[in-house]
């Protein structure tokens, strides 16, 4: 069986989480494969509100298997809050959840480089969660990282001792003012390791293919969105991995033509946190509006999130890289209320109007060229169908499809699993 992939098309926090969980009972298998504390995954059901950093968004689902990819990092510190945070669901945590022993460990002084990093840059910092994403793959690309598999490795202390050091001249070397005793960073990553080895690590791309040949149905979980892509998003202002498709097959070692439905999440407007680059923000009432109905602020770091209208230049670009073959609209009921909506179809890019994302789209090169909608009065929370929608979203919806040439086939309406309304 082919294996379908879920990922970001925005800047991330699409509502990746909540779109993984609605569809896990279709799913034997979901697996993450690539980012790690970075993302934070939100799912809501009876009652009960979840964020999710590393583990799988299948996991309150009782047969699923959730599966850590290679393509993640893991910081066992966090990982194991995660898991203690779960306790009180009653989970089977032992048996549900499995890890690649090729992801890479995210170490104390992977976060210290990071902040030493982000502190170094000043005012063109990128606005990192801080979680020691950067430097952890940049060990891995530099050959230098420690793997989840090297924890069985009887002198998996000696190469940690080694890296480690490495890490605290390069901190030295930044020569800014970070506070930390590192003793107590260490003390708690290996009380965190003896944690996670009470779970099962296993070949992941072995067991996936395995999966794959005995009939199992696999969904990928993307992390972060496209537009944070190390190749393709708003470089420097990204994330370290790629967030795209192909990042799923490297991060779990899927073969291209093993990949069946590409699903891509975008919310019916737009956000983003921390810096870089964002055509369509808004700087009014509007988008203030926006981030208070919206509750945009990080799952993560707890920043508050910038706003804007949809860019559809950006969101066609996303679909085009990422291949994607259905659209999930998130967030339609926070634009209940405002009298007219905009929505990006080009830009005028030095003085030229384009239709596609050009290398630079710095404030100073690019102007958005907007269409504009009407907008609804009636509160969509409870809706169930897409009858019930009121006529001007589903014009909204039309010409996001026409343009897009993708139909949408879930329509949000809150953060509930039931929220969701199918089209
Ligand atoms: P992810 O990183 O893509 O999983 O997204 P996040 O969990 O970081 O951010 C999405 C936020 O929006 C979370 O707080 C969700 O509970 C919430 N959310 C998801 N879908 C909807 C929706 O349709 N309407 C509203 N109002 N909130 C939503
Ligand atoms: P989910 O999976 C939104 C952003 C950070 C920063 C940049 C680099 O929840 O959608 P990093 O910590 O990777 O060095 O940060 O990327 N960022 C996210 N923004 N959602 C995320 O994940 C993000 N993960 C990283 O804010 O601008
Ligand atoms: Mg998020």
New binding site residues.
Partial sequence: MTVDLLL?LQ????G?GKIVDVLTSKYDIIARFQ?GP????TLEFDGIKHVLRTIPSGIFHEKSINVIGNGVVIDPVVFQKEIEGLAKFNLDITSKLIISRKAHLILPTHRLL?AASETAKGKAK??????G??PTYMDKTGRNGIRVGDIELADFKERYRALADKHEAMINFYNVNIQYNLAELEKEFFESIEDLKKLTFIDSEEYLYQAQKAGKSILAEG???SL?DIDFGTYP????SNTTAAGACTGLGIAPNQIGEVYGIFKAYTT?????PFPTELFDEVGTAMAKIGNEF????GRQRRCGWLDLVALKYAVQVNGVTQLMMMKGDVLSGFDTLKVATSYNYKGNEISHLPYNIEEENVTPIYKSFKGWEADLTGMTTYDQLPVELKEYIQFIEDELQIPIKIVSVGPDRKQTIMK
Avoid: C
């Avoid at 800047?11 to 699409?14: K, Y």
């Fill in positions: 970001g800047w991330g926090d699409e990746k980012g970075n993302a934070g995954h990071d990128i606005g990192s969660t801080l979680k994403i950067g992390a972060q969105g944070l202002f990204v994330t370290s983003r946190v921390g810096s870089g990080g799952s993560v770091t």
